[in-house]
T-cell receptor, first 115, second 113 residues
Framework: DPKIIQKPKYLVAVTGSEKILICEQY?????MYWYRQSAKKPLEFMFS???????DNQTASSRFQPQSSKKNHLDLQITALKPDDSATYFC??????????????FGKGTRLTVV | QQQVRQSPQSLTVWEGETAILNCSYE??????FPWYQQFPGEGPALLIS?????DKKEDGRFTIFFNKREKKLSLHITDSQPGDSATYFC????????????FGGGTRLTVRP
């Protein structure tokens, strides 16, 4: 059973539109993250949330907005989509942020294509 | 500037051989180094990790060798199996950054039967 559920698995969007990527984790973790993987760049850290509060934001664009409605949810809203946003977006989680050698678990990803 | 570098980009070995994957880093504050294995269509999965206080970590057929002075690591996969064919990512994080990981570009390993 997947413990980190990401929806949808594949997503095609039109340039300029808005989409929400869904993530739920059932590992009982307190911290959740978003990472992005594209053909041009290695896996990149985007955001970290701890106890539903933003801890770190490495995304320059305000078009990317995480939304945490529950402790085990961290959705990612992307507005004004551009073709360069095409990538696979991974949600991840860990037990306790700030703990040394914290193990991070990843979901299967949402593959976003912007046309 | 890429903080974590991996080489080679791709590697092919025969079944039973030892695959050696290399990783180097720039940031001296990095002290935790997990290696992730990723199959096509899947998310990265933690394979093995090491902290900077150790110079070697072994788990079955997987061993990490760590050289802090040179800021280099290597992952050795002994008795390679076709099922080990995947992309392997070296990652790094500093002690006080929680789980914020900086990833290398990956090494795509193919094990031929």
């Amino acid at each position: 059973d997947p413990k980190i559920i990401q929806k949808p698995k594949y997503l095609v969007a039109v340039t300029g539109s808005e989409k929400i990527l869904i993530c739920e984790q059932y590992l009982g973790h307190n911290a959740m993250y978003w990472y992005r993987q594209s053909a041009k760049k290695p896996l990149e850290f985007m955001f970290s949330y701890s106890y539903q509060k933003l801890m770190d934001n490495q995304t320059a664009s305000s078009r990317f907005q995480p939304q945490s409605s529950k402790k085990n949810h961290l959705d990612l809203q992307i507005t004004a989509l551009k073709p360069d946003d095409s990538a696979t977006y991974f949600c991840a989680s860990s037990q306790s942020p700030g703990t040394q050698n914290t193990e991070v678990f990843f979901g299967k990803g949402t593959r976003l294509t912007v046309v | 500037q890429q903080q974590v570098r991996q080489s080679p980009q791709s590697l092919t070995v025969w079944e039973g051989e030892t695959a050696i994957l290399n990783c180097s880093y720039e940031d001296s504050t990095f002290n935790y180094f997990p290696w992730y294995q990723q199959f096509p269509g899947e998310g990265p999965a933690l394979l093995i990790s090491i902290s900077s206080v150790s110079d070697k970590k072994e788990d079955g057929r997987f061993t990490i060798f760590f050289n802090k002075r040179e800021k280099k690591l290597s992952l050795h996969i002994t008795d390679s199996q076709p099922g080990d064919s995947a992309t392997y990512f070296c990652a790094a994080s500093p002690n006080n950054a929680g789980a914020k990981l900086t990833f290398g570009g990956g090494t795509r390993l193919t094990v031929r039967p």
